[in-house]
């Protein structure tokens, strides 16, 4: 479905964790998690959803900044990326 909000693609928040189970790596976890690993991955990731939708942009941002985002940032762009 397109939201006219955010004009991209969503998917129910309960579909996540299937999402997740069959995404592949880099940007997907390894096949040989446990459930609970997942789980565990995907509450530390803080995913929003609204109204029960997870947008594309915001889960494509969460997994790439699991992925690729583990780099020092200063004060004031820490602020920034906390704004955005």
């Known amino acids: 479905m397109m939201s006219l909000k955010y004009k991209c693609v969503k998917m129910r928040e309960k579909q996540l964790f299937d999402f997740f189970r ?3 790596t880099p940007i997907g976890l390894p ?3 446990t459930d609970n ?3 565990k991955v995907m509450l530390k990731m ?3 959803s609204d109204n029960g939708y997870v947008y594309f942009n915001e889960l494509l941002y ?3 900044r699991r992925q ?3 780099f020092k940032l200063g004060r004031k762009l820490q602020i920034r ?3 955005t």
């Open 22 to 24: 069959k995404l592949p």
């Open 31 to 33: 096949q040989e998690m």
């Open 37 to 39: 690993d997942i789980r």
């Open 46 to 48: 803080g995913i929003r």
């Open 62 to 64: 969460r997994c790439m």
């Open 68 to 70: 690729y985002g583990n």
């Open 81 to 83: 990326e906390l704004t």
